[in-house]
């Protein structure tokens, strides 16, 4: 298969976005890999015995990124950040699912004042459900303050991206990368603590 260069895969995703249903078919083996390796980094965040393997979820994201049509994309790290953001959220469905049917019962949750510092690092462990949705609710709120930093912990968190990584993803300094990550945690500090002591 040949490569095809950033602007290549733009006008495709375009093409796709404008109703092209033939670009579609272009696209996938163009981003299979990319999207199967965001969705090993979000699996290695969830418990052992989920019921979503990485394909599945790569599959359930993409049904959910095929209806957002009329989308400009702006490049192929806008639609992989785009992606990321579409498995987070089948996550936390299954998570929001896992938790009505069990109610209660199962693993404790992490207590949610712990979490910035004990999951918002390289070597975070898996998160149980309810933990997953409070700082999904967490980072929702944070968009509204700061959308830059909510991707930041997103990519870094969720996708274990480097700092420089994501620095080249967002365009932005690595500088910048650092102060809002810094920031961000002490947001989700505050939000989290809050929560759990509501």
Same mark, same amino acid.
């Given at each position: 298969?040949?490569?095809?260069?950033?602007?290549?895969?733009?006008?495709?995703?375009?093409?796709?976005?404008?109703?092209?249903?033939?670009?579609?078919?272009?696209?996938? +083996? *163009?981003?299979?890999?990319? /999207?199967?390796? #965001?969705?090993? !980094?979000?699996? $290695?965040?969830?418990?052992? %015995?989920?019921?979503?393997?990485?394909?599945?979820?790569?599959?359930?994201?993409?049904?959910?990124?095929?209806?957002?049509?009329?989308?400009?994309?702006?490049?192929?790290?806008?639609?992989?950040?785009?992606?990321?953001?579409?498995?987070?959220?089948?996550?936390?469905?299954?998570?929001?699912?896992?938790?009505?049917?069990?109610?209660?019962?199962?693993?404790?949750?992490?207590?949610?004042?712990?979490?910035?510092?004990?999951?918002?690092?390289?070597?975070?462990? +898996? *998160?149980?459900?309810?933990? /997953?949705?409070? #700082?999904?609710? !967490?980072?929702? $709120?944070?968009?509204?303050? %700061?959308?830059?930093?909510?991707?930041?912990?997103?990519?870094?968190?969720?996708?274990?991206?480097?700092?420089?990584?994501?620095?080249?993803?967002?365009?932005?300094?690595?500088?910048?990368?650092?102060?809002?990550?810094?920031?961000?945690?002490?947001?989700?500090?505050?939000?989290?603590?809050?929560?759990?002591?509501?």
């Amino acid at each position: 298969m040949n490569r095809k260069s950033p602007d290549e895969v733009t006008a495709i995703l375009n093409e796709w976005s404008g109703g092209d249903n033939a670009a579609l078919s272009e696209l996938v +083996p *163009l981003l299979e890999d990319e /999207l199967k390796g #965001l969705a090993r !980094a979000y699996m $290695r965040r969830e418990r052992r %015995n989920h019921t979503l393997e990485p394909t599945a979820l790569v599959n359930e994201a993409f049904l959910r990124l095929v209806r957002q049509r009329g989308v400009r994309w702006q490049s192929r790290a806008h639609f992989l950040g785009i992606a990321a953001t579409s498995m987070r959220r089948v996550l936390v469905d299954h998570a929001r699912a896992r938790r009505s049917r069990k109610r209660g019962a199962g693993e404790a949750p992490l207590p949610l004042e712990e979490l910035p510092e004990s999951r918002l690092a390289n070597n975070g462990g +898996p *998160l149980s459900p309810e933990s /997953l949705l409070a #700082l999904d609710e !967490a980072l929702d $709120r944070l968009q509204n303050i %700061n959308e830059r930093q909510s991707r930041i912990v997103e990519l870094r968190y969720f996708i274990g991206l480097s700092n420089q990584e994501i620095a080249e993803a967002l365009k932005i300094s690595l500088a910048t990368v650092k102060r809002d990550w810094t920031a961000a945690r002490v947001i989700l500090f505050r939000d989290l603590s809050g929560c759990a002591h509501q």
